[in-house]
């Protein structure tokens, strides 16, 4: 069964340096997602991305943040200067079409940012 | 406001007995989705369930959704060690692609 993956699944960074979370979305998808995790909270929505740019995106999505598609396969998030409050577990998805439709998870990597 | 938030947020039954966990919501929404995580790792998808749909069956798994009370709720029968783990509900609503989530419930199943 095609799955979501991610890449690495581990990244420790030293606060202020640049961060780039890679995912490969299962192939006949169109929508992209990342979303993060802070250790015990919620799941929250970071982006999501259909056709080259961004669709929708949240409020802790700033100015640090952006993500890409630099060919047909990857997609990513990079994060300018790193905190320490960036630290979480972040998750890419994809779907098959847009809203209404089931979004399917990669295995997440976890940031620890020191 | 807050959406998809899970009820009870931990549950600890025996195995082979049913587990019943809560979501309710707030805002009007298109989907509900239940998802189950394992500590630490991500989120698997379980059920997709529409606002024109009441029930949805998935081998062990029961949804129901009462969009009149705003809420939803998943049944795990005859329950296994294996489900150990923390169910989450997402919503997506309006026109927005981006799905809610709640805290979770954390089940724990004894063997």
């Known amino acids: 069964e095609p799955e979501v993956t991610q890449t690495p699944s581990h990244q420790v960074t030293q606060m202020g340096q640049e961060v780039i979370l890679r995912c490969v979305p299962i192939?006949?998808?169109?929508?992209f997602y990342w979303y993060r995790q802070i250790l015990g909270q919620k799941v929250e929505f970071l982006v999501s991305f259909y056709n080259n740019e961004i669709s929708e995106k949240s409020e802790i999505f700033d100015d640090q943040f952006s993500v890409e598609r630099p060919d047909g396969s990857n997609f990513t998030l990079k994060i300018r200067s790193t905190k320490l409050e960036d630290s979480a577990m972040y998750f890419c998805?994809?779907?098959?079409?847009?809203?209404?439709?089931?979004?399917?998870f990669g295995p997440g990597t976890r940031l620890l940012v020191l | 406001s807050q959406q998809g938030e899970e009820d009870p947020q931990a549950l600890s039954i025996q195995e082979g007995e049913n587990a019943t966990m809560n979501c309710s919501y707030k805002?009007?929404?298109?989907?509900l989705q239940w998802y189950r995580q394992n500590s630490g790792r991500g989120l698997v998808h379980l059920i997709l369930?529409?606002?024109?749909?009441r029930e949805k069956h998935s081998g062990r798994l029961r949804v129901t959704l009462d969009t009149s009370k705003k809420s939803s709720s998943l049944l795990i029968t005859a329950s296994r060690a294996a489900d150990t783990a923390s169910y989450f509900c997402g919503t997506d609503s309006g026109g927005y692609q981006k799905v809610t989530f709640g805290i979770g419930t954390k089940l724990q199943v004894i063997p």
């Open positions: 192939s006949n998808h169109l929508y």
């Open positions: 998805a994809s779907s098959e079409a847009g809203y209404q439709e089931t979004q399917y």
């Open positions: 369930i529409r606002s024109n749909e």
């Open positions: 805002t009007s929404i298109n989907n």
